[in-house]
């Protein structure tokens, strides 16, 4: 997923305020007009190449604080944070986060409601787990993330043919290469938007999430209102989760569903929440994410006082079947609701959706956002703008293969 179209706003709200050194996987491009310095680390996974390129800085530059907001680096960063003597949440509880299993076990032993959850290897003990879970249950990777591998499984049958699409996502983790199976929490999905300073959480913000339909758990869309009641509600279960996981400092994104009413965590991204998100939560309520994750690695408090009683969506785009995109253009006038459109494919591209072997990165066309007083308005006029979009899908051929060099 291309960085600019996602995290470019939160890249451009630390810069307003600090002077921005940047450790990035690639050389960078459009970062360069926000950014003061800059090393490449082809893979910051590599604590130590990783390490090498943080103690190099250092030596250059005055740092106060160092963070990520990308889900893959949260050990390396921690860990490369406490090297450099800078606050952090420590590594351990960044690796707790990361890994779905821990995380679990941590939530039962805090009296945390989450799911029932078994950590397998095979496929036999993938039915011998579901067997004493329950169908449905959920199979997903155990330290991977934005849904991929995640999958729901009605019967023994599905589970034979479902469990080698979450294990092939398990085998790309970092934290762990387990497959686990999870009861299915069945009602709305949320998450809680959150600011931990000092040991202190702060949930600012309750985004309602849509999700595909089964059985697979591609996010469609996310609407933030603040005015929101299920903040009260949701609150005290996001801030135990973050206590039990161990969760000191920084922003984080708290996954739940309402089962009967009541939240019951699904997991705990100890980051800025993707898909835009953060920026709707300042659009809603004037509260700025991206600059509180940086007060908060340099030790400072947070302003989290909302300046705005408002709401915003974000419809993310997905084709209605796997093939080539032949046309894409936002027809008709562009209404001053429509805050921004964004494409991250163009005509030419292949666009596999998660059932013909593709996930979010190759699925989805890009996503449009939103304005009004209420969720439900934005929400809305956010199928509206979708419904205005010129898009035209050459279906693929039965049994056609996915070509490569996919641009995502």
Same mark, same amino acid.
Not at 31 to 50: S, W
Not at 142 to 150: D, E, L, M, N, T
Not at 219 to 245: G, M, N, Y
Not at 276 to 294: C, E, F, K, N, S
């Given at each position: 997923?291309?960085?600019?179209?996602?995290r470019?706003?939160?890249? /451009?709200?630390?810069?307003?305020?600090?002077?921005?050194?940047?450790?990035?996987?690639?050389e960078?491009?459009?970062?360069?007009p926000?950014?003061?310095d800059?090393?490449?680390?082809?893979d910051?996974?590599?604590?130590?190449?990783?390490?090498a390129?943080?103690?190099?800085?250092?030596?250059?530059?005055?740092?106060?604080?160092?963070?990520?907001?990308?889900?893959?680096?949260?050990?390396?960063?921690?860990?490369?944070?406490r090297?450099?003597?800078l606050?952090?949440?420590?590594?351990?509880?960044?690796?707790?986060?990361?890994?779905?299993?821990?995380?679990?076990?941590?939530?039962?032993?805090?009296?945390v409601?989450?799911?029932?959850?078994?950590?397998?290897?095979?496929?036999?003990?993938?039915?011998?787990?579901? /067997?004493?879970?329950?169908?449905?249950?959920?199979?997903?990777?155990?330290?991977?993330?934005?849904?991929?591998?995640?999958?729901?499984?009605?019967?023994?049958?599905?589970?034979?043919?479902?469990?080698?699409f979450?294990?092939?996502?398990?085998?790309?983790?970092?934290?762990?290469?387990?497959?686990?199976?999870?009861?299915?929490?069945?009602?709305?999905?949320i998450?809680?938007e959150?600011v931990?300073?000092?040991?202190?959480?702060?949930?600012?913000?309750?985004?309602?999430?849509?999700?595909?339909?089964?059985?697979?758990? /591609? /996010?469609?869309?996310?609407?933030?209102?603040?005015?929101?009641?299920?903040?009260?509600?949701?609150?005290?279960?996001?801030?135990?989760?973050?206590?039990?996981?161990?969760?000191?400092?920084?922003?984080?994104?708290?996954?739940?569903?309402?089962?009967?009413?009541?939240?019951?965590?699904?997991?705990?991204?100890?980051?800025?929440?993707g898909?835009?998100?953060?920026?709707?939560v300042?659009?809603?309520?004037?509260?700025?994410?991206p600059?509180?994750?940086?007060?908060?690695?340099?030790?400072?408090?947070?302003?989290?006082?909302?300046?705005r009683?408002?709401?915003?969506?974000?419809?993310l785009?997905?084709?209605?079947?796997?093939?080539?995109?032949?046309?894409l253009?936002?027809?008709?006038?562009?209404?001053?609701?429509?805050?921004?459109?964004?494409?991250?494919?163009?005509?030419?591209?292949?666009?596999?959706?998660?059932g013909?072997?593709?996930?979010?990165?190759?699925?989805?066309?890009?996503?449009?956002? =939103?304005?009004?007083? =209420?969720?439900?308005?934005?929400?809305?006029?956010?199928e509206?703008?979708?419904?205005a979009?010129?898009?035209?899908?050459?279906?693929?051929?039965?049994?056609?293969?996915?070509?490569?060099?996919?641009?995502a």
């Amino acid at each position: 997923m291309e960085a600019e179209g996602y995290r470019g706003y939160c890249l /451009e709200s630390v810069a307003a305020d600090y002077d921005v050194v940047l450790i990035t996987d690639e050389e960078p491009s459009w970062e360069v007009p926000y950014i003061r310095d800059c090393m490449v680390v082809p893979d910051p996974t590599d604590q130590a190449a990783l390490s090498a390129a943080g103690r190099y800085l250092a030596e250059r530059h005055d740092f106060t604080g160092v963070f990520t907001w990308t889900e893959w680096y949260l050990v390396p960063v921690a860990r490369l944070v406490r090297q450099l003597g800078l606050p952090t949440t420590a590594p351990e509880a960044m690796q707790a986060c990361r890994n779905k299993a821990t995380a679990r076990s941590l939530f039962a032993r805090h009296g945390v409601p989450s799911a029932a959850s078994v950590s397998v290897r095979t496929l036999h003990e993938a039915r011998a787990a579901a /067997e004493r879970i329950g169908y449905p249950v959920v199979l997903k990777p155990a330290a991977h993330a934005a849904s991929i591998g995640v999958i729901r499984v009605d019967n023994p049958g599905q589970l034979t043919a479902a469990y080698p699409f979450a294990d092939r996502a398990a085998g790309l983790g970092l934290e762990s290469t387990d497959v686990l199976v999870e009861e299915y929490l069945d009602g709305p999905e949320i998450s809680a938007e959150c600011v931990t300073h000092h040991g202190e959480t702060t949930v600012v913000a309750v985004t309602r999430k849509t999700v595909s339909d089964p059985p697979y758990f /591609e /996010e469609l869309a996310h609407s933030v209102d603040a005015a929101d009641p299920l903040l009260a509600q949701v609150a005290p279960v996001a801030r135990a989760a973050i206590r039990a996981l161990g969760i000191t400092d920084g922003v984080s994104h708290v996954e739940m569903r309402l089962v009967g009413e009541q939240p019951r965590l699904v997991e705990v991204n100890g980051r800025l929440a993707g898909d835009m998100i953060g920026h709707l939560v300042r659009i809603a309520t004037g509260i700025d994410l991206p600059r509180a994750a940086a007060d908060i690695a340099c030790d400072r408090a947070p302003d989290l006082t909302p300046t705005r009683s408002s709401a915003a969506a974000i419809r993310l785009i997905y084709p209605d079947t796997s093939g080539t995109l032949t046309r894409l253009r936002l027809d008709g006038p562009r209404p001053q609701w429509l805050e921004r459109a964004h494409f991250q494919h163009r005509p030419g591209d292949e666009l596999v959706l998660p059932g013909d072997g593709g996930d979010m990165f190759t699925a989805r066309i890009g996503y449009v956002i =939103t304005t009004a007083p =209420t969720a439900d308005l934005a929400q809305s006029r956010a199928e509206q703008a979708v419904r205005a979009l010129g898009i035209q899908i050459s279906p693929r051929a039965a049994g056609e293969t996915s070509r490569s060099g996919l641009n995502a």
